[in-house]
């Protein structure tokens, strides 16, 4: 169910960074146009990703339309709206966060668009909103970290928690995989947990603040994501402790600037959340306009690294 090319519409695109670079009416008249709504560039792993998605739609000569909500839900929702305008045959969605989003949503169906929902999945009381979510198991990456610092303390640890986004889907189920495996350990306790916002510079303000309020008690920190990690780390070397050996730290992402960190000694360990979802978006776009039935979702797989394990081969094979 492809829905007709129509005229191309690139003027009144408010709100966050829109790309019409790629949209040029000529060549766009043929192609498939897909409207790509981005969070925004808050860390190494939604930088990938975008980059990914841009790969894979100029690989395939998809006529893509990018929009960088630049963190803003009121952003995305204004993006949506406007491909709805420019008559877009698919909808790729990276949903900030994971509720409100049914009146929007309504309105793309409506207009024959199907929605495939990445990295993020929404909470709908109509699931017909979109068409299919793929994105990595949140909660299981909680679990995993959680289990890895049971294990490697003997479950006794006095953690610091640097949450994603308030509201985001993984800030949600990672927070919640990790504190399940937490409870299973009377020795594991989380003395503190605040949002550092999947971001760096705010990981590393929040933990400067903690470390002065719990740096004499905390053994471990869990970031939701390795970016607030990095700027832990930096948090702890500027408090005069060891970030890697006296306080461990755990984070999510497997970024490349998480394998050097581990390299260096400062990071213990990274749950991979595989960023590079192009080729499952416009494989899940193409299967749909050809009138597929399509899986409701798709979980990607993701893996654990430890610093103990990492070689040079791991590192130089990293694709992000
Ligand atoms: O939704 C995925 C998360 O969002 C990534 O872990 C984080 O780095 C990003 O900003």
């Not at 989380?190 to 905390?218: P, R, W």
């Not at 899986?295 to 094979?317: H, P």
Request: glycine share 10%; net charge negative; aromatic share 4%.
């Amino acid at each position: 169910m492809m829905t007709a090319a129509g005229l191309l519409v690139l003027s009144g695109c408010g709100g966050g960074g829109d790309d019409a670079s790629s949209s040029r009416p000529a060549e766009s008249a043929s192609k498939i146009k897909v409207g790509f709504s981005q969070i925004g560039a808050e860390s190494d792993w939604r930088v990938a990703e975008t980059a990914s998605i841009k790969a894979e739609a100029s690989s395939r000569g998809v006529d893509l339309r990018f929009s960088d909500a630049q963190g803003k839900k009121e952003n995305q929702i204004r993006a949506l709206r406007n491909f709805i305008t420019q008559g877009v045959d698919a909808v790729i969605l990276a949903p900030v966060d994971s509720t409100g989003w049914d009146p929007v949503l309504e309105e793309v169906k409506d207009a024959g668009i199907p929605v495939i929902l990445v990295d993020r999945g929404i909470e709908t009381t109509d699931d017909s909103l979109y068409n299919t979510l793929i994105a990595s198991d949140f909660t299981e990456e909680g679990r995993m970290a959680g289990r890895w610092l049971a294990e490697k303390t003997g479950g006794d640890a006095k953690i610091i928690q640097l949450e994603g986004s308030p509201g985001a889907d993984p800030a949600i189920e990672r927070k919640n995989g990790f504190e399940e495996v937490v409870d299973q350990h009377d020795g594991m306790q989380i003395i503190a947990s605040q949002t550092g916002d999947f971001n760096q510079e705010k990981g590393q303000e929040v933990m400067e603040a903690l470390m002065q309020q719990y740096g004499d008690q905390v053994t471990a920190v869990y970031a939701h994501n390795d970016n607030m990690a990095l700027g832990a780390i930096q948090a702890i070397k500027d408090a005069g402790r060891k970030p890697g050996e006296e306080i461990l730290v755990i984070s999510i992402d497997a970024v490349r600037s998480a394998f050097e960190a581990m390299q260096a000694g400062e990071l213990n360990c990274t749950v991979e959340c595989n960023p590079l979802l192009g080729p499952m978006a416009f494989d899940a776009v193409e299967r749909i306009l050809a009138g597929e039935e399509i899986e409701k979702q798709t979980v990607v797989q993701d893996q654990l690294f430890d610093r103990e394990g990492i070689t040079e081969e791991i590192v130089a094979s990293r694709q992000y």
